[in-house]
């Protein structure tokens, strides 16, 4: 007697059905293993913690926003809460968009906003994957623990100096003050996840602030208890070799690639708030600008 199977496989006697039964159990639990691990991280769907269930509870939240928006906004949290980590690889879109019941095309809208941000990074023939290096979107103007806390990172910060003090002849002409005026100086090591990032040199009108100590983790969220945030900046970017001060602080050898970038920030009125100078580690961060024919 013969039998034949799914698989093409004839099988002849009592042992060869027993081996040809085992044969298709190693395939279906093959089967369902590969299947466990295109979930990936997303396979725990019922777990509270799990990202899925996160961002389904973001996205049964009420708000006026496109749905595509919302989604950003919920794969933003997931990421800052380390429900997705550096590295993890998101579903496909497909699979995406069949879990959380919404449309392929505004799972796509969703991921090219964070794909642009620099948050997530698109390998061809791979998928969709948290971005372990920084891009920092050059035209748009955030502080650096937001755009840490946006892609999962813990920011923190180690005190180099902070004084106060009349305006530098250099620091008059860019900040457009009188000479004698009042500023604010911190110097500082930032940090993501415990890595050195940069070193920040800054100079704030010291009008604009109540007082030294009001800057703890983030200058920008200091500017904006106060009512003075800059709205618009000059940024000037360009490549350098760390000298031996920056490479020891930033932990990396002397002589390594870096970014200097001077940011001028100004207020609504037109006024100059910010001058900071900040030197960025080139093996861990990127600047990204779009450009328009136009």
């Not at 059905?17 to 190693?26: A, D, I, K, N, S």
């Not at 449309?103 to 642009?116: P, Y």
């Not at 955030?142 to 002849?169: C, I, N, Q, Y």
Request: aromatic share 8%; proline share 4%.
């Amino acid at each position: 007697m013969q039998v034949c199977g799914a698989y093409g496989v004839v099988v002849r006697g009592k042992f060869e059905v027993e081996t040809y039964r085992l044969l298709l159990c190693g395939i279906f639990l093959v089967l369902s293993i590969d299947q466990h691990s295109e979930d990936g991280i997303f396979d725990m769907k019922s777990d509270p913690k799990s990202p899925l269930v996160h961002i389904r509870q973001q996205l049964n939240e009420t708000s006026n926003l496109p749905l595509y928006q919302r989604l950003e906004r919920a794969l933003r949290s997931a990421i800052a809460q380390q429900l997705l980590k550096p590295e993890d690889a998101l579903p496909a879109e497909r699979q995406l968009a069949a879990d959380l019941e919404i449309s392929r095309i505004t799972v796509r809208k969703a991921i090219d906003g964070l794909v642009e941000d620099g948050v997530l990074i698109r390998r061809p023939g791979s998928g969709n994957f948290i971005n372990t290096r920084i891009e920092k979107n050059f035209s748009k103007l955030t502080s650096f623990s937001e755009d840490m806390r946006a892609r999962g990172r813990v920011p923190r910060s180690v005190w180099l100096k902070r004084s106060h003090g009349m305006v530098t002849p250099d620091e008059a002409m860019r900040l457009r003050l009188s000479p004698g005026s009042a500023v604010y100086r911190f110097n500082r090591m930032r940090y993501a996840d415990d890595m050195p990032m940069c070193l920040e040199y800054a100079t704030i009108v010291a009008s604009c602030l109540p007082s030294l100590d009001a800057v703890g983790d983030s200058m920008y969220e200091a500017l904006e208890l106060a009512g003075n945030r800059p709205v618009r900046a000059l940024q000037r970017l360009s490549a350098l070799l760390l000298n031996a001060e920056q490479a020891q602080l930033l932990q990396t050898k002397e002589g390594s690639a870096g970014l200097s970038v001077e940011r001028l920030g100004f207020l609504r009125d037109g006024r100059a708030v910010e001058f900071c100078r900040s030197y960025f580690r080139g093996d861990m961060y990127d600047f990204v600008a779009e450009l328009n024919a136009s």
